[in-house]
């Protein structure tokens, strides 16, 4: 392979995986001048990479969608199969990985023809594939614009439904897709609120794309998994409370961190904080991380409370039991 090949092919490469390039960058990465970039960029053009290039300072190239799939890969008949069969299997994460998944669809929807995008989506429309339990129907669509824009860290428009059913434009800068049960989230940097918010993938109506890229901001894997969980915790539950503390709400949210989600002032000095779960054992729980010494009431469901005390009551009373003999040991 010649290294004119070669180097084309690097820089099929590098436009593959980021959605726009500035003409100074790819020259260093490919250790060439801008000049040689040039080149390049016209022989993927003559094999039918439509590569758009925009001048200026911030200027540089982007692969964009062609008249034709780019030679190499696959038929028009192959890549409508294989994009149908990444989103079934990001929706539905019958593969080892979301964001394998997720980065696989990215890159094959970044360069479909609109025609066979659009095959695509009405095929996609039409299959019904088995669903795994009855989570929320994810667009395909809006996931996988979100992916493209979450791998290249492009500012957001995106038009959402909350629980409540009230619909707002949220400007965000994406940062992570992660699943949760069965259920999709998007935790993203909120430009209005200035904090981080996760919002459900499956309530999220429209995304329009800025094209203003943005620096991204600090955050570990254990926290995106810590505030995809505390999102996936606040869905609708079977069994629904709340504490109201003796903590106002800045104390609150202070000891509480990102689990002062849905926290509520009660005055200067008290907090609602609402709480829940698939039965009353789990709500229970979430009492539990009341701090030490911290007062509180609570409202529980009539018959969940019965439950409840009794449990408790019972408790107490083996607390204050003689403790058994351990096991092998006889008594005296």
């Not at 540089?60 to 062609?66: F, K, Q, T, V």
């Not at 949220?170 to 897709?177: I, K, Q, S």
């Not at 995304?207 to 998994?225: G, K, Y």
Request: proline content about 6%; glycine content about 6%.
């Amino acid at each position: 392979m010649s290294d004119t090949t070669s180097r084309a092919l690097a820089l099929l490469n590098l436009l593959q995986t980021h959605r726009h390039w500035p003409g100074t960058e790819l020259a260093s990465r490919l250790g060439v001048t801008e000049r040689t970039v040039r080149r390049d960029v016209d022989r993927l053009r003559e094999l039918g990479y439509r590569v758009e290039s925009s001048p200026g300072a911030a200027g540089g190239y982007r692969l964009e969608a062609g008249s034709a799939v780019p030679p190499l890969l696959l038929t028009d008949d192959e890549a409508v199969t294989m994009a149908i069969g990444l989103r079934v299997a990001a929706t539905q994460q019958l593969v080892g990985g979301p964001e394998v998944t997720l980065t696989a669809l990215a890159k094959l929807e970044q360069v479909l023809p609109q025609a066979l995008r659009r095959r695509v989506n009405a095929l996609a429309a039409s299959v019904q594939p088995p669903r795994i339990g009855d989570g929320p129907v994810v667009s395909p669509v809006v996931l996988g614009e979100i992916a493209l824009a979450t791998r290249d860290t492009e500012r957001l428009r995106l038009r959402y439904i909350d629980a409540e059913g009230v619909e707002s434009i949220r400007r965000v800068e994406p940062h992570a897709l992660a699943p949760s049960g069965r259920k999709w989230f998007l935790l993203c940097w909120d430009l209005d609120r200035e904090d981080w918010r996760t919002f459900r993938v499956d309530r999220i109506e429209s995304v329009e794309h800025t094209r203003v890229l943005f620096p991204r901001r600090e955050i570990t894997d254990a926290e995106i998994e810590e505030r995809v969980l505390i999102a996936s915790s606040w869905s609708p539950q079977k069994v629904e409370g709340d504490a109201v503390m003796e903590l106002s709400l800045a104390e609150m949210q202070d000891r509480f961190g990102p689990w002062s989600q849905g926290a509520t002032a009660e005055g200067d000095t008290h907090t609602r904080w609402p709480i829940g779960g698939s039965d009353w054992r789990e709500a229970m729980y979430a009492f539990l991380w009341i701090p030490e010494g911290v007062e509180y009431a609570m409202t529980f469901p009539d018959q969940d409370r019965a439950e409840l005390r009794e449990a408790v009551e019972r408790l107490l009373r083996a607390i204050d039991r003689p403790t058994p003999v351990a096991r092998g040991e006889r008594r005296p």
